[in-house]
């Protein structure tokens, strides 16, 4: 991956630009782990890098251009000074060094400020190296401020602690619990993208128990946040804090929330609860009351039928055993077969199961 994003530094610097690998790809691949997309930081504008470019999807509103190269994700940011309080008395005597490096105070933590060139070498400006090497989230800057003009910055400090399995600098854990409140400001999208991030990690423990002792749950509307034990499931971890009333889910999430917290009250090793929300949900549920996943898989495994199809009988049969035509009662039937059969109550045979439909419902005339 490495190797083609720096042709794709190449081919910015030939035509005159600078460009650099920055931020989160640097980060990672000191650490060693994989990346799914690059973002490069260049002094050319958007426009100038659509000219370069054949294929190229431009954001205008970023300021940034979306490049893909052999199946590689490329966010082509222009260089950008978005702190007003920073003066331009910062000697220029080297505009090179002096654009980049504004670029960089920008942005929100130290270990996210390394730059790649074309040559392959690493630009470490803002000590960035010697953090990720003692495993440290500072800001950039100071900590306070930062997180006053950007809330988000303060979740993005815990999924990188969570993730990359860092420590909060003194400085940077203060100033979030100084500034935590201004979370309340930040929309309920933003903090569940970077939530499900932090929720989704094999080091989710160490996110929830960041987020208590930081004392964000109250700012975020986590109330439950403290009753999250198990985490091995993201969609786990939203149905026991139940906040689908403030955060953005869709209907997906929405309906495995609501199956899980109705799975959660029954029994997950009954053949009437496996068989109305499958496996799935019922482990889901059952791995949050602290059930052995392998005996509810065991009982699913061994239920008779795992869906209405596997039922031994038609409709078609039901209703020419009736000697009646399509209709409601259809359903009903089904759904009493369905639980004689579960229950081993009924074989799942056709004469079985037709010989208890004639003796339950059959009118005599
Ligand atoms: P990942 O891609 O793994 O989520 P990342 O560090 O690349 O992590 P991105 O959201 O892709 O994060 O952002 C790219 C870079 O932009 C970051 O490394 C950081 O330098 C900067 N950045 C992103 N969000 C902010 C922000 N809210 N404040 C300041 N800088 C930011
Ligand atoms: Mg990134």
Known sequence: M?????????????????????????????????????????????????????????????????????GVRFEITTFRKEMSYLDNRRPSQIEYIDDLYQDLL??????????????????????????????????????KTRFEEDSLRILRAVRFATLLDFELDKETREAIIETRELLKNLSYYRKKEELDKIFGSSNADKGISLLLDLGLDRYLDLDNLDKVTCTSSLIGVWSILNVVDKYPFNSNERELIKNINDAFLLNNLDPMALYKYGLYVNSVAGE????????????????????????????????????????????????????????????????????????????EN
């Open 106 to 143: 920008r942005r929100d933590f130290t270990i996210n400020t390394l730059c790649i060139n074309k040559d392959g070498e690493i630009i470490d400006f803002l000590g960035g190296r010697s953090e990720i090497d003692n495993r440290v989230v500072k800001t950039v800057g100071d900590a």
């Open 288 to 363: 949050i009351k602290g059930l052995d996943i392998k005996a509810i898989t065991e009982s699913y495994n061994n239920l008779v039928i795992q869906s209405r199809r596997d039922l031994d009988i038609t409709s078609d049969d039901i209703m020419k055993g009736l000697n009646k035509g399509p209709g409601s009662y259809l359903k009903d039937i089904y759904s009493d077969i369905e639980r004689e059969v579960l229950y081993r109550r009924v074989k799942n045979e056709k004469d079985a199961i037709m010989t208890y439909i004639i003796s339950n419902y059959k009118v």
């Open 2 to 70: 490495l190797d083609i994003a720096l042709k794709l530094l190449e081919e910015i610097t030939s035509c005159g630009f600078q460009a650099y690998i920055v931020g989160g790809f640097v980060r990672d691949y000191i650490l060693g782990i994989e990346s799914n997309d690059i973002d490069i930081n260049t002094n050319a504008t958007p426009k100038e890098i659509k000219d370069i470019f054949d294929s190229c999807l431009p954001n205008e509103d970023y300021g940034s251009v979306t490049v893909f190269k052999k």
